[in-house]
Nanobody, 115 residues
Framework: QVQLVESGGGLVQAGGSLRLSCAGS????????IAWYRQAPGKQRDLVAY???????NYADSVKGRFTISRDNAKNTVYLQMNILKPEDTAVYYC?????????WGQGTQVTVSS
């Protein structure tokens, strides 16, 4: 079973940037579309962005123009570059397949944006 490990979260001021990483393993990771999801306290887990195995990307309207998803298949890693962060971006960020559920959920990485 592929295990995903998210990293790169932290505390940042509004307007700042962070880059998240999602490390997977094996060909199953490389051939799947991979997505970033986020879950704020008391809210459901929402899709943020995803990237297909050939690099086609898609973003939630709330992050378009601010976030960029990319992948390095040689490193089995998917990234989420987050710029111009807003307090409403505060959440635990997870990666998984798109659609979700092909892999076990990891522990996520906390992103906190202060105003």
């Amino acid at each position: 079973q592929v295990q995903l490990v998210e990293s790169g979260g932290g505390l940042v001021q509004a307007g700042g940037s962070l880059r998240l990483s999602c490390a997977g393993s094996g060909i199953i990771f490389r051939i799947n579309s991979i997505a970033w999801y986020r879950q704020a306290p008391g809210k459901q887990r929402d899709l943020v962005a995803y990237i297909t195995s050939v690099g086609i990307t898609n973003y939630a309207d709330s992050v378009k123009g601010r976030f960029t998803i990319s992948r390095d298949n040689a490193k089995n890693t998917v990234y989420l570059q987050m710029n111009i962060l807003k307090p409403e971006d505060t959440a635990v960020y997870y990666c998984n397949s798109m659609p979700a559920g092909r892999f076990d959920w990891g522990q996520g990485t906390q992103v906190t944006v202060s105003s």
